[in-house]
């Protein structure tokens, strides 16, 4: 065994020196317990019952008291406890209900004094009054409480939990007529010994059996209670009603419970199955232990103090027939394998944090952000000098990022959830719809999401021709420029021969021709451009004069060598004949069907004359090429994904419900459907019932789809009596008449009912419809002015 720290406590005239240590048992351990002195401890279980004497190194064994050849049930024992006044008396809890008490001052070997048989059940736990030489108190699986004086042979006092079994009871330390008793149902009773028949207090502490129980040894209103429920609580008996002071959450079902001497926050732990380690927890702190002692292998059956005035020293026995002496020197510290830091959203958006001192304080000295707004909530405390560790305190510092109240408002949601377009209309217009609500609400990438949605989804033919722009005037800004070059930019001597001649007639026509030498400019400040979905070739430009207009161009046959490029004959004659450039197109259409050159200089294409035009553009391709929807799908869906991690379940819905089947395969059923059940929740939390109602109807989930269908129910009141109808038939039971009388012709409406929601009145479609044509007032004469949707 390594070697361990050794540590020495003086208490008053006594010295108690020792080490971690341990030796090894004949059987398991079921219970401990120490003489007053501290220097011999008591092991007890069903086949064991033994003294050690506690030396400075090593565990000796000093007497063994199961003797004879044939021990009886009265050795088997389930709780041992050793008399704090009287150094030779010790008493057992017997598994066959007997309660026996021990004198070692007997010059016999066998050293059983009295047996008390009045149990009729298992004792689960003895206790002696802590000043009172000879009361000692059970507590048995029979549920029954009894009080027994040593100096006679029966008990004086018999108490009835009128309860399930009874798993612990203790002496108050500083109350002299109090115990308390711990119930398998969870409960926890405090009783007078002058008063047995009625307990003075009782209150439910866990919910399950309570298995211990201790009282503090310093504050008399202080009981710490250890149940099933893997929770260790403090409660103040002080006032009227048990207040639960401190509660304590453990990973198992706690067995037993002692606090620790001298720490008035500190109390130990073991669990009764699964954890095989002892806990010494900081009440105040009570998600991590203070301490943890970790040397056996199998579960702790009981813990003890080895001196009520020594918190160093604590012994313990368990099923893994051991016995041992930890050292608090020795035991591992959780709290360093703790990670320290933490971060935490709270309800309202603020970001708290928790981060080592070291790093908050070198960051002290940084510039504050506009912005700003972080509070320190609380920093290391001192220690407190009669603490013996330093791990008890923080080492973390905890801050605060406080959000502004504004900045948290979900006002953007619940007005998108209310302005947006789902159904009902073209592609296109949706898109644009939504694109407008997110923009006014400066949710400028929603917006671009939408109108990217319309531009890969919309047909050519179906954007309005509104937006191609056609008329343009001198004032115009909302050209569609791809590629675009200014005068300035043209080199000189360029295009002489192409000057326009206009004939004296009221028509013209165009030919713009450009030398086969020149080079497309890019303009990068034209690049981005909304609305392209032009349904054809134009040519734009700015004409310096009073004339503007769009010309469409033919590119059916551009390559045709045997066309020729001159005017078609027109109806006036020529002024001269127009010279002829074929190179110009040629130049272009090797250009777009080289492989070096860049999509939008394939795509579009410029063209300029010198001196007319200032800026130009084509909007569309030489050639009819158009990407089909499909090849968007993995993006979109990517794009669904994004937005779905992000948080906004709105937007991702949104799109599933707009594009229908055009996306509905790119997301699996599972996924679509928890976007829509979180959507649905969250559109119930702000009471958009209606909204809600809409994504139900229109969702692309099947299963989403039947949940009107599942929780919609339809309560009908008679329309004579106004009673609620039941669901056996068409007969009212209150006053026996028909409730679905039509009241136009009086008959009973066996198909297809409809009813007036204010009157209750109704009849068949058909006869209501007819009815409605000519008044609006109820057919029933009830004078109701009726309405029906």
Not at 98 to 104: A, E, G, I, K
Not at 403 to 408: K, P, V
Not at 682 to 709: D, G, M, P, Y
């Amino acid at each position: 065994m390594e070697k361990m720290a050794r540590v020495t406590t003086a208490l008053g005239g006594n010295t108690i020196t020792g080490r971690t240590m341990f030796c090894h048992l004949d059987a398991p351990a079921n219970a401990i317990s120490v003489c007053r002195d501290a220097a011999q401890v008591v092991v007890a279980g069903r086949n064991i019952f033994k003294i050690y004497s506690i030396d400075e190194d090593q565990f000796v064994e000093k007497l063994n008291l199961r003797v004879g050849r044939k021990p009886s049930l009265n050795f088997s024992c389930a709780d041992v406890v050793w008399h704090q006044m009287d150094e030779n008396l010790l008493a057992t809890a017997a598994t066959n209900g007997v309660v026996v008490t021990w004198n070692l001052g007997k010059p016999s070997r066998n050293k059983q004094d009295q047996l008390f048989t009045e149990h009729k059940r298992t004792v689960n736990k003895v206790c002696f009054h802590p000043t009172e030489v000879y009361m000692l108190l059970s507590g048995s699986q029979d549920g029954y409480m009894k009080c027994f004086d040593l100096r006679k042979k029966d008990s004086v006092s018999t108490f009835s939990g009128q309860s399930e079994s009874v798993r612990d009871v203790q002496f108050s330390i500083r109350d002299y007529f109090t115990f308390a008793a711990t119930f398998e149902n969870g409960n926890v009773q405090l009783w007078d010994i002058r008063r047995p028949d009625r307990y003075e207090r009782m209150f439910t502490a866990h919910n399950g059996p309570v298995f211990c129980c201790d009282w503090h040894l310093e504050d008399r209103g202080w009981l710490a209670t250890g149940g099933r429920d893997k929770m260790v609580k403090v409660w103040d008996m002080n006032t009227n009603r048990a207040k639960e002071i401190y509660c304590v959450q453990t990973i198992a079902s706690v067995a037993r419970v002692k606090w620790r001497p001298e720490c008035k926050h500190h109390i130990a732990t073991c669990s009764m199955m699964v954890d095989h380690n002892i806990y010494v927890w900081d009440v105040r702190r009570p998600f991590i232990p203070s301490a943890m002692f970790e040397e056996h292998k199998d579960v702790t059956t009981g813990i003890v103090w080895r001196h009520l005035h020594d918190p160093y020293f604590l012994l313990s026995g368990s099923k893994d027939s051991t016995l041992y002496q930890h050292i608090f020197k020795d035991a591992s510290q959780p709290i360093d394998r703790a990670n320290p830091e933490g971060l935490c959203y709270s309800l309202f958006g603020d970001l708290a944090f928790a981060a080592k001192e070291s790093l908050i304080s070198s960051d002290s000295n940084r510039k504050p952000y506009i912005g700003d707004r972080r509070h320190p909530i609380f920093f290391k405390r001192k220690l407190d000098p009669t603490e013996q560790f330093e791990y008890i305190s923080s080492s973390s510092a905890l801050s605060v990022f406080e959000t502004d109240l504004e900045s948290g408002s979900m006002d953007w949601f619940v007005r998108t959830a209310k302005q947006y377009a789902l159904a009902g209309r073209p592609l296109a217009e949706l898109c644009d719809h939504n694109a407008k609500v997110a923009k006014e609400l400066d949710r400028d990438q929603v917006a671009q999401t939408w109108t990217m949605l319309r531009i890969i989804y919309s047909s050519p033919g179906t954007v309005p021709s509104a937006n191609l722009n056609h008329s343009l005037g001198k004032g115009s800004t909302s050209l569609p420029l791809m590629n675009s070059f200014n005068l300035k930019d043209i080199p000189s001597g360029i295009g002489n021969e192409s000057r326009l001649e206009r004939s004296k007639g009221e028509s013209r026509s165009e030919n713009i021709l450009m030398d086969s030498s020149s080079t497309l400019i890019n303009n990068d400040e034209n690049e981005e451009t909304e609305g392209s979905d032009v349904p054809a070739d134009y040519l734009l430009g700015d004409v310096e004069g009073d004339e503007d207009e769009l010309y469409m161009m033919d590119h059916e046959n551009p390559h045709a060598e045997e066309q020729e490029y001159i005017l078609p004959q027109e109806a006036f004659p020529l002024r001269h004949e127009i010279v002829d450039n074929p190179s110009a197109l040629d130049h272009l259409q090797d250009k777009a069907d080289s492989p070096h050159v860049s999509g939008n200089e394939a795509e579009t294409v410029s063209l300029t004359p010198v001196e007319s035009f200032s800026l130009i553009s084509i909007s569309h391709s030489l050639y009819e090429n158009r990407l089909p929807p499909d090849f968007f799908s993995p993006i979109v869906r990517d794009m669904l994904l994004f937005y779905a991690e992000q948080g906004d379940v709105q937007m991702a819905v949104s799109v599933l419900i707009v594009l229908g089947d055009r996306i509905k395969k790119e997301i699996d059923e599972q996924t679509q459907e928890h976007w829509y059940t979180s959507y649905i929740d969250l559109l119930q939390r702000f009471q958009l019932w209606n909204i809600s109602n809409e994504v139900i109807k229109l969702s692309t989930c099947r299963a989403i789809n039947c949940l009107n269908q599942a929780s919609t129910t339809l309560h009908i009141n008679c329309s004579n009596c106004k009673r609620p109808m039941s669901n056996k038939g068409w007969i009212c039971d209150r006053c026996r008449q028909c409730a679905s009388m039509c009241a136009v012709c009086h008959h009973v409406v066996k198909g297809l009912f409809v009813w007036c929601q204010g009157c209750s009145h109704g009849g068949h479609l058909q006869h209501i419809m007819k009815w409605l044509e000519t008044s609006s007032h109820c057919p029933a004469g009830c004078g109701h002015l009726c309405e029906y949707t």
